[in-house]
């Protein structure tokens, strides 16, 4: 259960909200399902559901980074882009 706290908890560090919103809100539902399957002694079913809450945790996780760094790969382009604009210029006068 602790390790899909924590998996949800890092995924939303990573701003997962924002580029894995779906990933992250179907890992907290899964948490809070595993945390009621606890709560009634169904153990199985709450280890069940906090192993596929963390795996979709990792998930929402993984695709944050991945667009996050897509964001600034593309940011990173632009300035390149941009000094090369600005090469041309200067080589022109």
């Known amino acids: 259960m602790n390790a899909a706290q924590q998996a949800v908890s890092r995924a939303a560090d990573a701003d997962a909200d924002q ?3 779906e990933d992250l809100a179907r890992a ?3 948490l809070t399902q595993a945390q009621g ?3 009634e002694r ?3 079913d709450a280890r069940d559901l906090a192993n596929r809450s ?3 945790a990792g998930l929402a ?3 944050s980074r991945e667009a996050a760094t897509n964001a600034e790969l593309e940011q990173r382009r632009a300035e390149i882009a941009d000094l090369r604009q600005r090469l041309r210029l200067e080589d022109a006068q």
Do not use: K, Q
Request: proline share 0%; aromatic share 6%; glycine share 0%.
């Open 19 to 21: 580029y894995a919103a």
């Open 54 to 56: 963390a795996a979709l």
């Open 42 to 44: 169904r153990e199985a």
């Open 28 to 30: 907290r539902s899964l």
């Open 37 to 39: 399957a606890l709560a």
């Open 61 to 63: 996780l993984a695709r």
